[in-house]
Every structure is written in structure tokens, then in C-alpha cells.
């Protein structure tokens, strides 16, 4: 996300709303809550797709979300936490190169597609609401899961590699998402 091509895409309103995913059946872990309920809002399109992608996953599991909408200004919270901890890491990189690893794992908030509701971190649970084992803890930064939280890491265990890959071409992956759970950005 700190590649200047990618903040140099122009963004603008589309109009499209916010929706609460609850209100879709999708289930919504509350570890993210807030208290106004922002965290399982996204945009109406994106609710669209994660509904239908949902629909399409294998008898017994569900998408379950973590986080939709960010304020900007916990988002600015959870990058300047993250940066700080590569600095105290790593005190001899440069600011840019604190900031690129940063964006590794959390969107710099200039450019987070969170802070639109646009996008939406999530993983695959069981129908009894069970996480799958996508090989590290949700939210678990590149440095704590050894790079094993990126969804093209090398040594996964073979589950865990099997789970990340059932939610298809659906979920628009890149394949080096962070966090094990895929992030979807509207396109």
C-alpha cells in the first residue's frame, strides 16, 4: 500500500451506502466493536459480493467478519501503533522504509480503503461459528507469524493452506494479503 502508484489513484465518492453485514446473515465476530457498531458496516456493492461469495463456500463453513469500517482516526492509531513497533524493532530504517513495511500489514490512512467502508477483514469459520486454522492468529503482523500471515506463504501447513484457498475468485485475493484473513477492496 505505500507504493506511490497506488496513492496516486484518484478516489471519489460513489454514493453508495453503508450496510450493516449483520442485517445479511453474515456472521461478525465482536472483538472489533465499537461502540456505535461501525465496525460490521461496508459499502452496499461489497455486502453484495460477500453475500454471494458466502453462498458459494462449501456446506458447514460461513465468512465471518472481523472489521469493515474504520474511522480514519483509528486507523491512523492502528498504523502509527504498528510503525512505532518497527521502529522500536528496527531504530536504523528510514522513516520511508518504516512506513513501506508498515503497509504491509495496515493501510496508510491517506489511502486506507477501510476508512470508506470498502473494505472488509474477514476468515472462514464453521456453521457453529468454529475459526478455521488459516495458520496464524487473526491479526497476527508479519513479524509475529514469521511472514506466515501472507495468503502465498511459504511452509503453511497443508489445513491451513486448504482453507485459505476455498473462498475462490470471489474474494478478488491477491495472494499476498496480510493477517490470514482476506481483505476485500471494492474494485
Sequence with gaps: MADPRIAAVPVH????????????GLAVDDRKRDPAG???HVRAGLLERLVNAQERLPRGLRLLVFEGYR???LQRRYFEAYLH???ERHPAWTLQRRREAASRFVAPPEIAPHCA???VDLTLCTTELLELNMGTPVNAS????DGACYTAAAGLDPAARAAAAVPGPDLGRAGQLPDRVVALVLR
Excluded: H, K, N
Excluded at 13 to 24: M, N
Design 85 to 87: 513497533e518497527l521502529t
Design 38 to 40: 461501525a465496525f460490521a
Design 71 to 73: 474511522p480514519p482516526a
Design 142 to 145: 508479519p513479524e509475529e507469524s
Design 13 to 24: 465518492e460513489c454514493g453508495e451506502p453503508l450496510r450493516d453485514v449483520r442485517t445479511e
Design 117 to 119: 467502508g470498502a473494505a
